[in-house]
């Protein structure tokens, strides 16, 4: 293994050095998957160039609030995350899991193969790949590794872009998961600015990133590069003012399961399900089998959302069928139970769910308000109305 | 809601009441499988498609429009007396449709305003969805109707199963194939976290807010949804528009409008 301090395998490149980067991805076969603007937003598609990328544009984010603004400058990553993550690569928000075509009597069951390349993905950022070491726990960590992520997540490769702008919903300073990123990726950037447009460090986090740097050009990194860095990443870190009591968050929900908050919290949520289905980390699939007018049947599985009343469902009816108990396991599962079940938090602090949800619920003002009245509610009765 | 025994090529037959033909004509869209429908089914009376009209009873009706007149009260009894599964198919079926905006109103002064001799006009103070008159066994929402559910919705009373058909939010379909959220995005007005799925989230796909076609989802908080939709810069009254279209008549999105409709006053 590579040490990220190991200065000699480090570089300094311009953005010709980036492009001769996608070259050398797409030359050995990989779909190069990067940030780009689509719909007034940076999300995450195909990229070929430098020319794709981002260039300019920064984001403003808020709770329910997300704009994109143009500038002159000549920067590709000062933005934070999106409503897309890399989840979305590995696990696809539908597949076909299998399907059964019949000859007279004989049924076949076919279960379709990973076709596509493997993906590299392009200036994911820590959080991101905090997010990418939860789910591999959740889908490829236990005895029975789910096929469909296994397949598209194994051969993949990891550019990881540092974050020297985050959004006013990030807070990954509370949750441990940036602004900069020690191990988990194939390379890793830094964007710095000079007087000549930005220069990229460049740090080798695998053997096969240590051969893919060798096509890139520049020159060895210098102490001061890493000393710009630290700058970068100490200015981010500053700029980040959301909190989130981590230490404390798991104990304080699991104590609180009958807080007025959660009644509160339920008359603004909208039961959508815009959180989960941003979350980088949210796994929860349904998964239907239909037949089709000439006899076949299929089994497909989507992305789902506890936030769906029929995600609870069972023989007698939903086992949550109020937005409060929706809302509640949403938070109590991402916070508390998390711990209990994967031996980690399920939130990385990406901020997503705040701004992407329509009416702007803000998961740490939610538990920041459970916290300020913590214990001072007596444990709730049941008084006949629906609390499941 | 399956067939009660498994019949080979069971009876269908298509309804029509207040309606605009749309949904049913969702069936001869399925240009691909319209064949295989064909050869699944026996075609019992569908008169957009044939003049040839067999009697019943029939294995399944397809019941497409609301109920507007004391004469369509009669036919709807009877077609369900007839009908072994009774599917409702579309906006107008399921609750009310466009022209349940006369709930809103006094329908004798719409009929006064349109036409020219009134008192030849026999209607129902209110257009009203099937299922205030008789059971049903689904409920397929739309308007109009997805031809693809449509398809899964006879597929599956063809073997005997529950149609996929989910009730959540249209952003679930939106998320999923990838759409950039118009209102976090842009503060377009977006009926999407209140509106079942069904479409495929056409609209915020091309940069238009959700207009509420497939009625409200399982759980829909509009009184939240419509207080955000202010907070963006919606009027009261396109707030209140916005609940009134072809769902006018479903209890929750009327329960919204009129919140909204005067000025100044509720939420
Ligand atoms: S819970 Fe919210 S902040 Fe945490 S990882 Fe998920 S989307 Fe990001
Ligand atoms: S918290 Fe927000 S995004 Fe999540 S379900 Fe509720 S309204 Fe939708
Ligand atoms: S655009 Fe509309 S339907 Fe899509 S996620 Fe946003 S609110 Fe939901």
């Given at each position: ?7 000699s395998a480090?570089l300094i490149?311009?953005?010709a ?7 050398a991805l797409?030359?050995?076969g ?8 689509r ?6 598609r195909?990229?070929s160039s ?6 300019g544009?920064h984001?403003?984010q808020?709770?329910?609030h997300?704009?994109?603004h143009h500038?002159d ?13 890399p ?11 299998w ?8 049924v ?32 490829a960590?236990?005895?029975?590794p ?5 397949d598209?997540?194994?051969?993949s ?14 807070f990954c ?15 890793a ?23 893919v740097?060798a ?12 000393a710009s ?15 989130l ?27 959508c399900?815009n ?18 007018v ?34 509640r ?9 998390w ?23 803000d ?13 001072a ?12 | ?7 080979s ?12 033909d ?25 008169t ?8 019943g ?11 507007t007149?004391?004469?369509?009260i ?5 077609i ?12 107008c ?37 099937i299922s ?31 149609p ?7 952003c679930?379909?939106?998320?999923g194939?990838?759409?950039v ?20 989230a ?14 409200p989802?399982d ?10 939709l ?11 528009r ?6 006018a ?7 919204e ?11």
């Open positions: 293994m590579l040490s990220h301090m190991d200065l480090s490149v311009d953005r050095g980036l492009d001769g980067l996608l070259g797409a030359a050995r990989y779909r190069t998957i990067g940030p780009v603007v719909d007034g937003a940076v999300v995450q195909q990229v430098t020319g794709d990328l981002p260039q544009w984001d403003e808020a709770p329910g997300y704009r994109l500038d400058d000549s920067s590709l990553f000062a933005w934070a995350v999106g409503p897309e993550s989840k979305s690569e590995f696990y696809p928000a539908r597949s076909l899991v399907r059964t075509s019949s000859t007279g009597d004989v076949t069951l076919e279960q379709p193969q990973q076709e596509s390349a493997p993906a590299a993905l392009i200036g994911s950022r820590p959080c991101e790949l905090a997010a990418m070491r939860v789910l591999d726990r959740v889908f960590g236990g005895e029975i789910d096929p469909c992520y296994r598209r997540r194994e051969g490769f990891v550019v990881v872009a540092e974050c020297g702008t985050p959004a006013a919903t990030c300073t509370s949750m441990g998961t940036g602004p900069g990123v020690e191990d988990g990726y194939d390379l950037l830094t964007e710095l600015t000079s007087p000549d447009g930005p220069r990229y460090l460049v740090r080798v986090g695998s053997a096969r990133g240590a051969e740097i096509e890139m050009g520049g020159s060895p990194a210098q102490p001061a590069d890493f860095r630290d700058a970068v990443l100490e200015n981010a870190a500053r700029r980040i003012e959301r909190k009591d981590a230490g404390n968050v798991r104990q304080l929900l699991a104590s609180n399961l009958e807080h007025p908050r959660w009644d509160d919290v339920a008359s603004r949520c909208l039961a399900g959180c989960t289905l941003v979350c980088p980390t949210c796994f929860c699939g349904a998964v239907s089998d239909t037949t089709t000439d006899g076949a049947v299929e089994r497909h599985r989507r992305w789902d959302t506890c936030f769906d009343l029929a995600h609870s469902l069972v023989h007698t009816g939903p086992v949550r069928a109020t937005t409060w108990s929706r809302y396991q949403w938070l109590t599962h991402k916070l508390s139970t711990h209990d079940q994967f031996g980690t938090s399920g939130c990385v602090g990406c901020g997503r769910c705040i701004a992407w949800c329509p009416v702007g619920i998961i740490t003002v939610e538990v920041a308000a459970i916290a300020a009245s913590d214990g509610v007596p444990v709730h009765i049941e008084s006949g109305g629906d609390r499941s | 809601m399956s067939l009660p025994t498994v019949v090529r069971p009876t269908l037959a298509v309804w029509k009441f207040a309606s605009c749309g949904c049913q004509l969702s069936l001869l869209d399925c240009e691909d499988e319209l064949l295989a429908v064909v050869g699944a089914v026996q075609i019992a009376h569908f957009e498609l044939s003049r040839a009209v067999q009697e009873p029939f294995d399944v009706s397809l019941v497409e429009g609301s109920i007149t004391a004469d369509d009669e036919r709807i009894r009877a369900r007396q007839a009908s072994s599964l009774l599917v409702t198919i579309g906006a079926a399921t609750s009310g449709g466009i022209q349940a905006l006369r709930n809103y109103a006094d329908v004798g002064e719409y009929t006064a305003t349109v036409y020219a001799h009134p008192e030849y006009i026999s209607t129902l103070a209110k257009s009203t969805p205030e008159h008789v059971p049903v066994d689904f409920e397929l929402r739309g308007c109009p109707i997805d031809r693809h559910q449509l398809l899964e919705v006879i597929t599956a009373c063809l073997t005997g199963r529950r996929v058909i989910p009730g959540h939010s249209v679930q379909e939106c998320k194939r990838g759409t959220c118009v209102l976090v995005a842009h503060g377009t007005p977006c009926l999407g976290p209140v509106t079942r799925a069904g479409c495929g056409l609209c915020p796909a091309v940069d238009r807010g959700c207009y509420g076609c497939f009625g989802a759980t829909a908080n509009t009184s939240s949804l419509a207080r955000q202010i907070t963006v810069g919606t009027s009261r009254a396109d707030v209140s916005l609940f009134r279209t072809f769902n008549g479903s209890p929750a999105f009327r329960e409008s009129l919140t909204y409709d005067s000025p100044e006053t509720g939420r």
